[in-house]
T-cell receptor, first 118, second 115 residues
Framework: GAGVSQTPSNKVTEKGKYVELRCDPI?????LYWYRQSLGQGPEFLIY????????DSGLPNDRFFAVRPEGSVSTLKIQRTERGDSAVYLC????????????????FGEGSRLTVL | AQKITQTQPGMFVQEKEAVTLDCTYD???????LFWYKQPSSGEMIFLIY??????QNATEGRYSLNFQKARKSANLVISASQLGDSAMYFC????????????FGQGTRLTINP
């Protein structure tokens, strides 16, 4: 597609339920990022993929959060046993991922998935 | 660890005036990139401008310019001739080239342009 696509755009769930959020990056972008943004705050880094592997998962808050990118394209962020504090907008972004001097590392963002845990 | 600081939670400016949004950063990586993004109330993140740590000149993109002062570790965004449509959240971000690779964001500044 032309841009980064995220589904669902809105998700309301109950405390304790399992949630999956999907991200379809720009075609050809090898790097994919997940961020979490709470109201009035800057995006908080969660995890970064280069190809199929997680290059940096240092931002995942605990073991309830997990993300995969099995074929190096679409990624799924999985949240188990959701808590009210997980409510936020989850942003996905992709970039060329080539590195070096020709790639600034600019991220192209999707419109986000708003998660509300009741 | 890399860190971005934006000290202005909110800024109010009259239309057509210039505005400077402050950003300071901290990193031990000699090679890094600095970014500014705009986030309107609709929520999308819009890339505005990029400055590489080894770039000799300050970056400019239309009405946006980046006042890069490497010794002070500051990367302020200057918007000239502000417009009502400039009202939004603005985020400064940094990516270490040799280090963590991830883009780290500041807390943002909410800019309001008054008619």
């Amino acid at each position: 597609g032309a841009g980064v696509s995220q589904t669902p755009s809105n998700k309301v769930t109950e405390k304790g339920k399992y949630v999956e959020l999907r991200c379809d990056p720009i075609s050809g972008h090898t790097a994919l990022y997940w961020y979490r943004q709470s109201l009035g705050q800057g995006p908080e880094f969660l995890i970064y993929f280069q190809g199929t592997g997680a290059a940096d998962d240092s931002g995942l808050p605990n073991d309830r959060f997990f993300a995969v990118r099995p074929e190096g394209s679409v990624s799924t962020l999985k949240i188990q046993r959701t808590e009210r504090g997980d409510s936020a907008v989850y942003l996905c972004a992709s970039s060329l991922g080539r590195g070096g001097t020709t790639d600034t590392g600019e991220l192209f963002f999707g419109e986000g998935s708003r998660l509300t845990v009741l | 660890a890399q860190k971005i600081t934006q000290t202005q939670p909110g800024m109010f400016v009259q239309e057509k005036e210039a505005v400077t949004l402050d950003c300071t950063y901290d990193t031990s990586d000699p090679s890094y990139g600095l970014f500014w993004y705009k986030q309107p109330s609709s929520g999308e993140m819009i890339f505005l401008i990029y400055q590489g740590s080894y770039d000799q000149q300050n970056a400019t993109e239309g009405r946006y310019s980046l006042n890069f002062q490497k010794a002070r570790k500051s990367a302020n965004l200057v918007i000239s001739a502000s417009q009502l449509g400039d009202s939004a959240m603005y985020f400064c971000a940094m990516r270490e080239i040799q280090g963590a690779q991830k883009l780290v964001f500041g807390q943002g500044t909410r800019l309001t342009i008054n008619p």
